[in-house]
């Protein structure tokens, strides 16, 4: 099933971060071939990036993830620690952040 990715991203998402789609700098869908989930990603102009999950049957979740503008590899590396505290996948994190799943696990296994 196919979702079109500037429908996941609804104006009463980006109202809540005081943001409207003319702020959104770019959006992309990263996959997860475990599950067949996309991650959708929405970068602001302001730095922020908010994410939303699709299942594979094109289900999109509600919950919003905002990412703060990420400026150096300590502020990433924390940003990692604390989505794997909420038990959210290597792969997941990675696609949220648009790294690699072998970047997330070095920063893991270095805790």
Do not use: C, W, Y
Request: charged fraction near 25%.
């Amino acid at each position: 099933m196919s979702t079109n990715l500037m429908n996941v991203f609804r104006t009463v998402d980006l109202k809540s971060v005081g943001k409207t789609a003319a702020d959104i700098v770019s959006l992309a869908f990263k996959s997860n071939s475990k599950t067949g989930a996309r991650i959708a990603r929405a970068v602001l102009n302001d730095g922020t990036t908010l994410i939303k999950t699709v299942t594979a049957s094109g289900v999109v979740s509600e919950t919003v993830h905002r990412l703060p503008e990420i400026t150096s590899t300590l502020q990433r590396n924390e940003v990692i620690k604390d989505l794997a505290k909420q038990k959210m996948t290597q792969e997941t994190i990675a696609a949220m952040l648009d790294i690699s799943q072998a970047t997330v696990s070095n920063v893991l296994k270095k805790k």
